[in-house]
């Protein structure tokens, strides 16, 4: 079972960028998905959520309004829409299968994948 997140690079602050998970050995669509991530020296924190179904996202407050979380499960894929990005969004991304719990707590989330780094420059 892998979870790969790609699309991350580097922009500049307001720009947009949109990840994509991916999931080989599982199908994703099976599973409500989360994007985390991780800054230097930081704890790894949630950024958004999406149930199996697709009917219901959550986010961290400070994405609301600027990502959209979505899926299609026909391909098996997760994405993070990212818009006015800002300096502070910079942080490896990394998408998880979420398991059972609060959807913010990475300990609700089982596997998990190789990140992407994701910078904004100012």
């Known amino acids: 079972v892998r979870l790969q997140a790609f699309g991350g690079g580097l922009v500049q602050a307001g720009g947009s960028l949109r990840l994509s998970c991916a999931a080989s050995?599982?199908?994703?669509?099976?599973?409500?998905v989360g994007w985390f991530r991780q800054a230097p020296g930081k704890e790894r924190e949630f950024v958004a959520y999406?149930?199996?179904?697709?009917?219901?996202?959550g986010y961290a407050d400070s994405v609301k309004g600027r990502f959209a979380i979505s899926r299609d499960n026909a391909k098996n894929t997760v994405y993070l829409q990212m818009n006015n990005l800002k300096p502070e969004d910079t942080a490896v991304y990394y998408c998880?299968?979420?398991?059972?719990?609060?959807?913010?707590?990475?300990?609700?989330?089982?596997?998990w994948g190789q990140g992407t780094q994701v910078t904004v420059s100012s």
């Open positions: 998880s299968s979420y398991k059972s719990g609060s959807y913010h707590n990475t300990r609700s989330y089982d596997y």
């Open positions: 050995g599982r199908t994703l669509r099976d599973y409500a």
């Open positions: 999406i149930r199996r179904s697709g009917d219901y996202m």
